[in-house]
């Protein structure tokens, strides 16, 4: 109530954020507080949609009211719907973009977008302009369109863009309503544009294992890439990448399932393998991260599996694949994880 009556009587800044504030310390777990206000009344993001329709020239009052709604929204299932039903996601997002420069203002968006996802169907719900707006905004803020990513971006707003398009992805799937694929809402190819994505972040290994995980999505399917040059560049990048990545983060136990699940489960690996030097070095790869400590059956796993497609008696050029195999160690590296792990039935 003192939210509205300070957006209706087109009170101060410091007003709202004030009241905006109080909002949020109502929450459930806020503050410290172990009590909070519930929201029975679907129609309660209104008057933060109002604030934010009215305040969107204030930097300030976009990122209080984003970082509420988002706080509210990772609370329940409910609370999101509310959110996506009752704010307009065109008037979100034009905010977002008029503050572009401001880093705390992309993080809080882009938190926002990702809380948004757990709604069943969020683009169908947000619609076609909006949703392609919608999954559009994270990859411009990693790209750097606003204000500068990378570098520039910082870790915070790096990491909430990244989980920000791992949630919208999850609208690629049976739950939602056909025809809203999240995939064919990416301009460009997605495959490149998350691949860039990837890359820019490199810093931070949470980037780095979402981005993976968003890219196994991306190359998943090698039929939708009829051209078999493409495919085998797409494959030579991916396979670079991933050894990129690896390098810059030798240590995460998170990144190497990352890392061998893309090679493991990708078409583009399982059923083409175009070239023999990506088999080669996917296999040298596998066999380093199958070795690291601490010891991961999911790493096993993926790495077994990387190492039995690309040595199949089928493939061309199987002879030097196996050869590569034998001498960087694969042999050993699979005896290993199964003394490691002898009664793990997958591995």
């Known amino acids: 109530e003192r939210l509205e009556r300070a957006v209706e009587s087109a009170g101060s800044t410091g007003q709202v954020v004030q009241a905006v504030s ?39 009052v976009v990122a209080e009211v984003t970082r509420t709604l988002a706080a509210a929204a990772e609370l329940c299932e409910r609370h999101a719907s509310d959110v ?17 420069s401001d880093g705390d203002v992309r993080r809080r968006g882009c938190a926002l977008l990702g809380r948004l996802s757990r709604v069943r169907g969020h683009l169908a719900i947000m619609g076609g302009k909006e949703a392609r707006r919608a999954v559009a905004y994270p990859f411009e803020v990693l790209d750097g369109t606003h204000g500068g990513g990378g570098a520039g971006a910082g870790f915070l707003a790096e990491e909430e863009a990244m989980g920000a398009l791992c949630g919208l992805a999850g609208s690629h799937s049976e739950a939602d309503p056909p025809g809203v694929p999240f995939w064919r809402m990416v301009d460009g190819d997605p495959a490149e544009r998350t691949r860039r994505a990837v890359e ?34 797409h494959a030579a990048k991916t396979v670079m990448m991933i050894e990129k990545a690896l390098k810059s983060h030798p240590d995460s136990p998170e990144l190497r399932e990352a890392a061998l699940a893309v090679l493991s489960t990708s078409t583009f690996f399982t059923e083409d393998w175009p070239s023999r030097i990506d088999r080669e070095i996917s296999i040298g790869v596998a066999v380093k991260a199958m070795g690291r400590l601490p010891p991961s059956p999911v790493v096993a796993c993926h790495g077994c599996r990387v190492l039995t497609v690309a040595c199949r008696p089928e493939m061309r050029d199987s002879n030097a694949s196996r050869a590569a195999a034998g001498r960087g160690g694969a042999i050993e590296a699979v005896a290993a994880v199964m003394s490691e792990f002898p009664c793990h039935a997958a591995v």
Do not use: K, Y
């Open 22 to 60: 109080m909002v949020r310390e109502s929450l459930p777990g806020a503050g410290g507080a172990r009590d909070g206000i519930p929201f029975p009344d679907a129609g309660w993001p209104g008057p933060l949609g109002s604030a934010l329709a009215r305040h969107a020239d204030s930097a300030v």
């Open 200 to 233: 820019r972040c490199r810093r931070s290994v949470t980037c780095q294992v979402l981005g993976l995980t968003l890219m196994r999505d991306a190359v998943g399917d090698a039929a939708s890439i009829q051209d078999p040059e493409m495919r085998e560049i």
């Open 84 to 100: 996506l039903r009752a704010v307009s996601v065109g008037v979100l997002l034009g905010a977002l973009d008029r503050h572009g």
